[in-house]
């Protein structure tokens, strides 16, 4: 089964962000191993520097890393379960999603991660942006195994 | 103040999806005249035509109507802001924001429609993609008043 480990820096504050997570989380059991991290959001000089340090210690290596990021690629959800597919058949075992903090993510991160992935050309609050990666893996994992899921 | 209608085919079930839909709206209090309506989800034959005829009864009139659609057009944030802040300088006080049912929307609708906006090549829940076109009229009004906004 897929490992998936989605490294989010920041904590869910609002009540409704974490009850839709644990949602999505309860409905990935049986389709994937899906863990979400939750980095401490750094405040001062090197902010993104240290959380890129915490990011890059929270990987699952050896894995393939996906950094959500407004210059990644644009997929729809067909093509993001596509993509997913084509790792678990080339014996990846191990995805990461990386979604940054408030300030967004370290030049680094974007350029050591395997891909790049947009959701869309807006600006979405980060908290809601884990809310939608989560909605996505589901929906790519429901589309690999041919399963009907609403709209 | 710009009166914005958001009208919705389907009832939230979920209390998070209701609750960060609430929260939103709070937000929008002071920047505009904001509501949302929802319309019942219809079944059967001509599901779409029935859901058009209860979209069309619903539209603030006069006004400028988008349909969130995927053939839709994809917006940043700021090219959003900028988009609902030509309109109000041309005078248009109503604007109408349409999400369909879980099966999208009648052609008619998207037709008539003065535009039509893609938030993502990606599929969302159309109960998600509530949410997210309520932070991107919100967002989209702070950035028109130049007021930060967390990210």
Redesign the interface.
């Known amino acids: 089964m897929l490992n998936i480990r989605l490294i989010c820096v920041g904590k869910l504050k609002?009540?409704?962000?974490k009850?839709?997570c644990e949602?999505f989380k309860k409905r990935l059991q049986g389709l994937c191993k899906m863990e979400v991290i939750e980095l401490k959001e750094e405040v001062g000089p090197q902010k993104l520097e240290k959380e890129a340090d915490a990011i890059e210690a929270s990987l699952l290596t050896p894995g393939v890393t996906c950094a959500l990021c407004i210059e990644g690629k644009?997929?729809?959800?067909e093509?993001?379960s596509a993509k997913i597919g084509r790792y678990a058949l080339e014996g990846v075992s191990r995805l990461n999603f990386i979604i940054g903090s408030?300030?967004?993510m370290s030049e680094r991160i974007k350029r050591n991660a395997d891909w790049r992935l947009s959701?869309?050309?807006?600006?979405?609050?980060?908290h809601?942006a884990r809310?939608?990666v989560l909605?996505?893996i589901y929906?790519a994992l429901m589309i690999a195994e041919n399963r009907s899921y609403?709209?």
């Open positions: 609002e009540k409704f962000y009850d839709v949602e644009m997929l729809s959800s093509e993001l408030s300030e967004g959701m869309s050309p807006m600006t979405f609050p980060h809601l809310v939608m909605e996505q929906r609403h709209k």
